[in-house]
């Protein structure tokens, strides 16, 4: 069995100022997303579409806003609603952690909205455009989860060489954390990454997204402990499987609009 490490969660401290591994986990997201959009720039069927680094600076200033306050009203309210009406201030504490990203996967739909408005770009366009750069910023951010010792799986046998020993649990769990950072993040980033490497349809790449995160954190659920848990048909589903499921249906159904029209279309459509 393995030892959960238990570092610091502060990185380093500047006086007063305390810089936490969970806020620099987003910083690394945030700075992906413009490589990996200016790298996306440099495909002939984006370029086609008069996407430029401006835009992707434009989208960033949104992007973090949707994220970080739809992340977090996610979190008091699908989450822990009846403990942040008890403890209000702790809302803003988001240096402790607790970011739901279904909060602020909306949270980002509705700022790249208000932005793809302003920009005068198609909606379908911006979505389509953002995904690829999505799951390594969501590994992040679950990485800085195992580093808060978030998250902690469920029960794992001893046997398992990957089973980890939780601060303050006496039982082995599985490292959730780790594997939905590498299977809702890091394998979802390389499937979705080759598929938008080609021209598609408009929204398919964004629908792709919507479904493989929606399976993906569907499976990734029964190693987490659950938040809590609902039984629906006589069966028993976690609050993230129940976020998830909707997201498959959705992504399924906008994937088969995106594919009546099998012809890609250029911005000028």
């Known amino acids: ?19 936490h591994w969970y806020g620099l986990m987003y910083l690394v997201a945030f700075t992906q997303f413009v490589l990996l959009g ?38 008091v309210l699908f989450y822990g609603l009846p403990y942040y009406l008890e403890h209000p201030l702790e809302i803003l504490m988001v240096w402790k952690g607790g970011m739901s990203f279904h909060g602020g996967f909306l949270g980002v739909l509705i700022a790249m909205a208000l932005w793809a408005r302003r920009a005068n770009m198609h909606l379908a366009d911006v979505y389509d455009f953002i995904a690829p750069l999505v799951p390594l910023g969501y590994a992040a951010g679950r990485i800085g989860n195992f580093i808060n010792h978030e998250l902690p799986g469920r029960l794992a046998s001893p046997d398992l060489p990957w089973a980890m020993i939780w601060p303050g649990q006496a039982l082995p769990v599985h490292p959730s954390p780790i594997y939905q950072a590498l299977v809702d993040g890091v394998l979802v980033f390389f499937i979705l990454w080759w598929f938008a490497s080609k021209a598609r349809p408009r929204l398919a790449v964004g629908s792709l997204y919507v479904i493989l995160y929606g399976c993906t954190r569907f499976l990734t659920e029964y190693f987490r402990t659950p938040d809590y848990e609902v039984n629906v048909l006589g069966l028993t589903i976690s609050a993230g499987q129940m976020l998830s499921f909707p997201m498959i249906i959705v992504g399924g159904v906008l994937m088969l609009l995106a594919y009546r029209n099998t012809r890609p279309i250029s911005k000028s459509a």
């Open 1 to 19: 069995m393995l030892i959960h490490p238990n570092p610091d969660p502060v990185a380093f401290a500047l006086g007063p100022l305390k810089i």
């Open 38 to 75: 200016r790298y996306r720039l440099r495909l002939p069927h984006v370029a086609a579409k008069g996407w430029t680094r401006e835009h992707i600076d434009d989208m960033l200033f949104y992007g973090v806003l949707g994220v970080v306050l739809g992340g977090r009203l996610g979190e």
